[in-house]
């Protein structure tokens, strides 16, 4: 009967034309990440300086690909763009200058919004100040409000929701297989 599963390509949103490219006809849903609106912090906290325009154009050839997500009559995915956003503390994702290319570049109702708000200062970040913290209802709540306000839909995490189970501590755990608890 052949694969009838959808292909999904979880990435960071730092994709080459090349690799897109190659891609082309078999991706069936693009995941990409927007980690960052401008490429001052693309540099501070990524070392990618070009970041904002490589996802940038990355993003519109994912859509080019396979258009906006659709889903089946049970709400499967099954092809199209989902866009992850993590939001920062102290805005340091820039998330409205997100929200501008997205409205700038595609028609709301075309977008699919994955807006995540279990950041967790981990690894190196714990040496930026700005970053150096959980998110706060103040960080979270305008950005989501503002990604409603512009009518994408999707996914939009409740910070009441989160709890310590999205973020495996790495360092008490390094001989034991990874798993979700």
């Known amino acids: 009967m052949g694969l009838t599963l959808p292909i999904v390509h ?14 082309k006809g078999i991706v069936d849903i693009y995941l990409p990440d927007m980690k960052y609106g401008r490429p001052q912090e693309a540099l501070r906290y990524s070392l990618a300086r070009d970041y904002v325009d490589v996802n940038q154009q990355a993003i519109k050839a994912m859509f080019r690909q ?20 993590l939001v920062l503390p102290s805005g340091q ?7 501008e290319f997205l409205l700038q570049s595609f028609d709301p109702q075309d977008l699919t919004i994955s807006l995540m708000a279990q950041y967790r200062p981990i690894h190196k970040a714990c040496s930026f100040p700005e970053i150096a913290r959980t998110l706060t209802a103040a960080d979270y709540e305008p950005v989501k409000c503002a ?12 910070l009441s929701e989160l709890d310590a189970s ?13 798993r979700g608890d």
């Open 147 to 158: 990604f409603e306000k512009a009518g994408i839909a999707g996914f939009y995490q409740e």
């Open 10 to 23: 979880n990435n960071g949103g730092y994709e080459g034309p090349q690799s897109l490219d190659l891609l």
């Open 93 to 99: 994702a820039h998330s409205g200058d997100i929200l």
């Open 166 to 178: 999205f973020c495996i501590d790495f360092t008490k755990r390094k001989t034991e297989p990874l």
């Open 66 to 85: 396979t258009g906006p997500l659709l889903t089946d009559e049970n709400g499967i995915a099954r092809r199209g763009l989902c866009i992850r956003h």
